[in-house]
């Protein structure tokens, strides 16, 4: 595995796999000084051309817990319209020996052009309304930590499903991994078709709430209600956000997933937002978890043990081989 | 010494409107003296098992030159035309500036003296296709241009359409609508539908184009215009529009070559080589596409060559600018790609009188309009006294499609690397060999 650019279409081996990678480095994260030696002397760059401090910073905690050095690349828009092409910047940092790049990009598909061009590690950290690939995982550990198992949980995504890359990757890691998925959105906010889609779709949360063991609120972004998608942001939260009255109607162990930032008040009410069953501080946490086990993967030898290398100062690099992500 | 100017093509069989046969060609002085068995000159061209079509003609080439002539000149463009048996190509009007006055046109005529195949300038409907007022078309009909055209942005405003119909029906020429309603394309890179979907790209539905088509055909109907559709890319596009002409309205439309031979599903590696104006559709549309093109109820097939910089296609897909070379590839596409080869049976199978006539004849008279009765003026026709415009395909060469390799400036195609059949050995323009054995003489 050489890159990481999407998990639409991949296997629940591949999936798993990384799930239990990420279990190592969780006990990892637990000690009093969280870091090991595993990627000494390699250097993942973060290549953002859209601002997103959270994930940024949680791939750069994620390297430099494993002792990885980071460069941090802001990609201004301005330099894009001042000519310089996706490949222009690929090649420069090429030329600077960088071992794996996290790119994030308002475009669909922008790393997967990064990997035809660069001889690195491409992981994706988000592309347009396209994958978000750790969003999933971290989603998908989330709910293993807390349920042992996503087999035949019954999981809701709410909200604005078409322009949401966090959806697209979930719904399938989600469903690859046992769990059954039900849309709720308006039709304006579902992609224009789902064939292929292994998935239920509805438009009334009222429904779906009292049997769902999971339910998954994306951001609503304001501008959605210039779009005419919704008339009003008021409507929205009337018909589709997690309100304090809904929230009571929640079943006894069912969690709320959220990849942030949340907006109060429109997709979540406040107090539901603080409540214990609300997972968002675990989801962040384990965001870093995960992105040390992609980094890892990617990166260090795959016939290196990941117990073995934990704390082991003599553990050396190793070039990873096998194919494409 | 022999005379240059009269040669024959012997050893072919000669495939136009009026259907196939063997025959040798005799050219002399730009003008087809002679068609039969066992002709003979001092020149001979050899041309032993090729077909002798009417020179192909593209309605919808785009020409870089003005403006963007690192990616392309006309020279360049018409080289590679010749090169893909093209005799006569339109330039579109969508070049910087827009060719929309006598004197734009008359640059352009300028620039196309010399060019390996026949170059003619079509024009904005709007002054610099803003959409706001119309280009003096009297004039520029006066200096033959025939095809008026809002490339890549259409006419949006029904009134104003309406004027141009109009104005224009007065004058002979033809209004070209390119059809996509702005409103419901914004924002799309890519046909909607379950790939659009699934690869998270703003998607461009089909009713983009049908509701242009359908709004035009009622425009039509209410001024008599003949109108024709720059590339259309839907089933039920070209459903209205065959079911309007049945109706006796004077309209037709042209499909781009990559829309018969591409579909949406073609983008889902995020290539920019496979972005294009209209968007590739589904395979049902391209599937419709073809079975109209096996009908013989296409009007004509059009290359749309866009010529791009490489930095054009080296950003996202989004961002990416639409379209790819292809005036030296679409005759060698079609015939490999559609037309029935020598590797057995092929669904929905075009026939070769069907693609070249869609590619040749049926264009010309869209160009030329109706020939007038009791003129010895013919298109489509190869028979003596007509124009020497000649395309001699050799149709079972093999080939490997190698954009380095071709004339055009521009280089950008989602078909390189494809297997080839079928290529044009000689392109006679004006009886002048323009293409010697594969070879571009200009």
Redesign the interface.
């Known amino acids: 595995m050489k890159h990481l650019l999407g998990v639409i279409g991949q296997p629940r081996a591949m999936l798993e796999e990384l799930l239990q990678l990420s279990d190592s480095f969780a006990e990892v994260n637990a000690r009093a000084i969280p870091k090991v030696p595993a990627l000494r002397g390699r250097t993942v760059a973060t290549l953002f051309f859209e601002d997103s401090t959270r994930t940024r910073l949680s791939f750069e905690t994620a390297a430099k817990r494993l002792s990885a050095d980071t460069l941090s690349f802001s990609v201004s828009s301005s330099s894009v319209k001042k000519g310089e092409t996706l490949r222009d910047t690929a090649l420069t940092l090429q030329a600077m020996r960088i071992d794996a790049i996290v790119v994030r990009h308002a475009s669909s598909g922008a790393p997967w052009q990064l990997a035809r061009w660069l001889d690195c590690s491409v992981i994706n950290a988000g592309d347009g309304w396209h994958e978000h690939p750790t969003q999933a995982l971290l989603d998908c550990y989330t709910l293993r930590r807390h349920f042992g198992s996503l087999d035949g949980l019954r999981i809701a995504i709410v909200g604005d499903i078409k322009h949401s890359r966090v959806a697209r990757s979930d719904v399938w890691a989600f469903t690859a991994l046992g769990a059954e998925v039900t849309l709720v959105a308006p039709r304006t906010l579902l992609p224009p078709s789902l064939e292929g889609w292994p998935v239920q779709v509805s438009e009334d949360l009222d429904r779906v709430l009292g049997s769902s063991d999971v339910v998954y609120l994306l951001r609503m972004q304001r501008e959605r209600q210039h779009e005419a998608l919704v008339p009003s942001l008021r409507e929205y939260t009337a018909r589709f956000g997690l309100t304090r009255d809904r929230a009571e109607r929640l079943a006894d162990r069912a969690v709320v997933l959220h990849p942030g930032p949340m907006n109060r008040g429109v997709e979540i009410a406040p107090e539901v937002a603080d409540l214990d069953r609300c997972l968002v501080l675990d989801q962040v946490a384990n965001g870093v978890t995960v992105r040390m086990a992609v980094l890892y993967k990617l990166l260090a030898g795959s016939a290196a043990d990941p117990h073995d290398a934990v704390g082991d100062e003599a553990w050396g690099p190793i070039r990873s081989g096998g194919s494409d992500g | 010494m022999a005379d240059l100017h009269t040669f024959v093509l012997k050893g072919a069989s000669v495939l136009d409107a009026s259907g196939r046969r063997s025959a040798d060609v005799l050219v002399r002085d730009g003008f087809v003296a002679a068609v039969g068995e066992g002709l003979d000159a001092p020149r001979v061209l050899d041309a032993a098992g090729c077909i002798i079509t009417p020179g192909l003609v593209d309605l919808n080439a785009g020409l870089g030159e003005p403006g963007a002539e690192e990616a392309e000149t006309v020279h360049s463009a018409a080289r590679a035309a010749a090169l893909g048996g093209y005799t006569t190509i339109v330039g579109r009007a969508d070049t910087d500036p827009v060719v929309d006055s006598a004197a734009s046109v008359r640059e352009l005529r300028a620039l196309a003296e010399g060019a390996a195949c026949r170059v003619l300038p079509s024009a904005s409907i709007t002054v610099g296709a803003r959409g706001e007022r119309l280009t003096p078309m009297a004039e520029l009909a006066a200096l033959g241009v025939r095809l008026f055209a809002d490339d890549g942005v259409g006419i949006h405003d029904a009134r104003l359409l309406r004027r141009a119909f109009e104005y224009a029906a007065g004058l002979g020429v033809v209004i070209c609508q390119f059809a996509q309603e702005p409103s419901l394309a914004a924002g799309g890179h890519l046909h909607?539908?379950?790939w659009?979907?699934?690869?998270?790209?703003g998607?461009i539905?089909a009713e983009a184009e049908e509701v242009v088509v359908m709004r035009d055909l009622a425009l039509a109907r209410l001024t008599g215009a003949q109108l024709h559709f720059r590339t259309l890319s839907t089933a039920a596009s070209l459903a209205m529009v065959h079911s309007a002409r049945r109706r006796g309205l004077p309209v037709t439309a042209e499909v781009a070559m990559a829309n018969l031979l591409l579909v949406d599903e073609d983008c889902a590696?995020?290539?920019?080589a496979t972005k294009f104006r209209p968007p590739l559709r589904s395979a049902e549309d391209r599937r419709a596409l073809v079975g109209r093109l096996a009908a013989g109820e296409l009007d004509a097939v059009v290359s749309a060559h866009t010529p791009h910089s490489v930095?054009d296609k080296?950003?996202?897909?989004?961002?990416a600018a639409p379209g790819a070379s292809m005036l030296q590839w679409t005759l060698a596409l079609g015939l490999s790609e559609l037309t029935l080869g020598e590797g057995g049976p092929q669904a929905n199978a075009v026939g070769l009188a069907e693609l070249i006539g869609a590619l040749s004849w049926k264009p010309a008279s869209i160009l030329h309009g109706t020939v007038p009765a009791g003129t010895a003026l013919t298109y489509g026709v190869i028979e003596s006294g007509a124009a020497a415009d000649l395309a001699v395909i050799d149709p079972t060469a093999t080939w490997i499609l190698d954009p380095a390799a071709g004339a055009s400036r521009s280089r950008t195609t989602p078909f390189a690397g494809r297997s080839l059949r079928g290529r044009v050995r000689h392109t006679i323009v004006g009886g002048e060999p323009m293409v010697l054995d594969g070879v571009a003489q200009r």
């Open positions: 909607e539908g379950p659009s979907a699934r690869l998270g790209i998607g539905p590696g995020f290539d920019p930095q080296e950003v996202p897909f989004d961002e």
